[in-house]
């Protein structure tokens, strides 16, 4: 395969392309890591072509980079990452000295602050979602909180909206299809028997052995339980219980309806957050002359220079950033590119590629490359609000947050960390306990919403009983999508599957309609696992290398008001109970007075609790996706099952959350881990015939 040189100098852009640069410092000595053969700083530093160029250096694209670098001695990999190598402290390591189960002033790596656009459902609100922005991704910053998908999120989701894609030659992302993938992920280490013997802590083997026994190439992140919990986690926990909610041994095998238990993604010697920045460079790359890595560069677009359907290169226009000067320069795929840079990144570098949705690109004077109207559509993310409750007093339970404040107990929990294993409330993350419960669990009426979203998705279809109100209506504001769907016919046809995939599973009594999660405190949150509204994410038209401007649009179809109300109204029965139960172990006496809050005793019409829940609702839990997403074409689609751009000529592929048809019912990290895991195998496999 021929190796054409680098283009030196600026490549071809567009008059807007230099006036955007936003500056951000380099590593400095003091700072950064021991340097390594393969991080590479400037345009001098790299070879004149790689055989696979990955746009983003965050938790899919460095699992991609990691399998193919092994795979392929012999072929050459380029990360580009907008941000740097950095350390990554976990949710809670010293010094911080408060414990919350998100402390967002604890030390943390870098990351984007970005807001949406108001959303006027949610009283003009603006979603507030943190992204990383440094080598690792979003798993450098998150929660450290690792769990997986329903079964029924793949088998009758994703695999259901698959479509004429479905190829004997090409794996089906159903859940048999994937599971190896989240096992080949990650190494569990189970707690300790003492452990074990405290906490309750209950596994499967099975859900976590490595999908090839033997290979020495599964397991790259870390996962296991805390050492330690706070006193009052088994209040709630058996709270949930005794309102009906079952307690599973594992949660990790497709089955999760229940009580789980979650672990965290650490080291399970030093405590330390375990990402991919860890286990898919740092940790790996020292032995690989071919895993070449650039820090402080974004790339602004993809170029075909031989045409979409030529054998020949693909070309990605860089910018530099920094105090130590900025420029634009190519380099060379002679392979493929694989675009990985999150559910916001990699629809803006399509878009600033002429990939898109045809009419905004001609507002913008973006040649048209190819015509997708679903790239940066589709947006969707976990939101929700959170009940809550007082104590007359402080729990007479031990140890608790609070104790951090005492000087001995701080001191012992600084000598545990130092221990190996790591030891006390330093090994705790954001949260070991969850519950997932499907939506026939929570209410005898769960089929009037079922029933709500089937009707929907019928509306302006001939199997529409038809209602004369709103009839002369645009049907984008029938089924309540964002404008810009108005002139797409196939986004309208995939968001009608996807309406009839979330009916089905709604209607599941084994597909979880909300998570709730808990360490310690006096809250609990209810997440909405399949949310109906849909957003956008699209260039700045003044600014099209800055970032994208987010259209969030939560709650804008009121049925998810319905979900939140009949969630709300579930988990208020914890407080109900906990007000009821007596149990002087937990610290719950006779004279401890329990008090909801929120959302709080005169909170009780449906009116009022719809009223409450638009004020209160978090639009975000950080966990955006499904902007690229894998469908059909003809049904809105970006990717195809292999990850390929629908008419990109073959050479470019997305791999990361913004492929996600629909979110699922987990935490993103693994899913994304998986994703990576799974389109490696395809390329290493596809290459290698």
């Given at each position: 395969m021929r190796s054409p040189q680098r283009t030196r100098g600026s490549p071809t852009r567009w008059n807007w392309l230099p006036a955007a640069l936003t500056l951000f410092p380099l590593i400095t000595a003091n700072s950064q890591p021991p340097i390594l053969h393969s991080l590479k700083q400037t345009e001098a530093d790299l070879l004149p072509s790689y055989d696979f160029i990955i746009a983003g250096g965050g938790t899919t694209g460095l699992?991609?980079?990691?399998?193919?670098?092994?795979?392929?001695?012999?072929?050459?990999?380029?990360?580009i990452e907008y941000g740097q190598l950095e350390p990554a402290p976990g949710v809670f390591d010293p010094p911080t000295k408060q414990w919350t189960s998100l402390d967002m002033g604890a030390p943390r790596a870098s990351s984007w602050d970005l807001f949406s656009l108001p959303s006027p459902a949610l009283n003009n609100a603006s979603a507030f979602i943190k992204a990383g922005k440094v080598v690792g991704g979003s798993s450098a910053i998150n929660g450290q909180f690792y769990d997986r998908p329903s079964k029924y999120?793949?088998?009758?989701?994703?695999?259901?909206?698959?479509?004429?894609?479905?190829?004997?030659?090409v794996p089906i992302w159903d859940w048999k299809g994937i599971y190896p993938f989240f096992k080949k992920s990650v190494k569990y280490t189970p707690p300790r028997e003492?452990?074990?013997?405290?906490?309750g802590y209950t596994w499967e083997a099975s859900a976590w052995e490595d999908a090839t026994p033997g290979s020495g190439i599964g397991g790259k992140i870390q996962t296991t339980m805390a050492s330690f919990l706070w006193a009052d986690h088994q209040i709630v926990r058996?709270?949930?219980?005794?309102?009906?909610?079952?307690?599973?041994?594992?949660?990790?095998?497709?089955?999760?309806?229940?009580?789980?238990?979650?672990p965290n993604t650490q080291d399970p010697m030093t405590g330390m957050r375990s990402f991919a920045g860890s286990a898919h460079y740092t940790e790996v790359v020292g032995s690989r002359s071919n895993y070449h890595l650039l820090v402080?560069?974004?790339?602004?677009?993809?170029?075909?220079?031989?045409?979409?359907?030529?054998?020949?290169?693909?070309r990605c226009p860089l910018l530099r950033l920094g105090t130590g000067g900025r420029g634009a320069f190519n380099v060379t795929a002679t392979g493929e590119v694989i675009i990985s840079a999150g559910a916001f990144g990699s629809p803006a570098i399509l878009q600033r590629s002429g990939i898109g949705p045809k009419?905004?690109?001609?507002?913008?004077?973006?040649?048209?490359?190819?015509?997708?109207?679903?790239?940066?559509?589709?947006?969707q993310d976990h939101s929700g609000p959170a009940v809550e409750w007082n104590y007359s007093r402080p729990l007479d339970i031990h140890p608790m947050p609070t104790d951090m404040a005492n000087q001995t107990f701080l001191a012992e929990a600084l000598k545990g960390w130092e221990e190996r294993p790591a030891t006390g409330p330093y090994t705790i993350a954001m949260s070991m306990t969850s519950i997932w419960v499907p939506l026939a669990n929570i209410s005898v009426n769960y089929n009037f919403v079922v029933d709500k979203i089937?009707?929907?998705?019928?509306?302006?279809?001939?199997?529409?009983?038809?209602?004369?109100?709103?009839?002369?209506?645009?049907?984008?504001?029938?089924?309540h999508l964002p404008p810009s769907y108005a002139s797409s016919p196939s986004l309208i046809a995939g968001y009608r599957a996807q309406l009839g995939v979330i009916a089905n599973l709604l209607a599941n009594p084994m597909s979880p309609s909300i998570e709730s999660a808990f360490t310690s405190g006096n809250s609990i949150t209810a997440s909405l696992n399949h949310p109906l509204s849909r957003g956008t994410v699209r260039l700045n038209p003044s600014s099209p290398l800055d970032l994208p401007i987010l259209d969030y649009r939560s709650a804008s179809n009121p049925i998810d008001i319905d979900l939140h109300v009949l969630h709300t109204q579930y988990l208020r029965r914890t407080i109900t109970e906990m007000k009821a139960l007596k149990d002087p172990s937990l610290g719950l006496t006779d004279d401890l007075i329990v008090t909801e809050t929120s959302p709080g005793e005169n909170v009780q019409s449906e009116g009022d609790l719809v009223k409450w829940v638009k004020a209160k609702t978090v639009q975000s839990f950080m966990h955006p996706c499904c902007t690229n997403a894998m469908m059909p074409e003809e049904k809105g689609g970006v990717v195809g099952t292999d990850l390929r751009v629908h008419g990109a000529g073959g050479k470019l592929r997305v791999a990361d959350a913004s492929v996600f048809p629909l979110v699922t019912s987990s935490h993103l990290s693994s899913?994304?881990?998986?994703?990576?895991?799974?389109i490696a195998g395809m390329i290493i496999k596809e290459w290698s015939e």
């Open positions: 699992t991609v980079a990691d399998r193919l670098s092994a795979a392929f001695p012999s072929r050459q990999i380029l990360v999120d793949f088998d009758d989701g994703w695999a259901a909206l698959q479509g004429t894609m479905t190829d004997k030659k003492e452990l074990v013997d405290k906490y058996k709270l949930w219980n005794y309102i009906g909610i079952w307690l599973r041994r594992e949660c990790m095998n497709g089955n999760k309806e229940g009580i789980c238990w979650t402080g560069h974004q790339v602004s677009r993809v170029v075909f220079p031989n045409g979409l359907k030529a054998a020949g290169v693909v009419d905004f690109l001609e507002k913008l004077g973006i040649p048209v490359v190819v015509d997708l109207p679903g790239v940066g559509s589709n947006l089937r009707d929907l998705a019928a509306i302006g279809t001939s199997n529409h009983s038809g209602h004369e109100k709103g009839k002369d209506k645009n049907i984008t504001d029938l089924l899913v994304c881990y998986a994703v990576g895991e799974k």
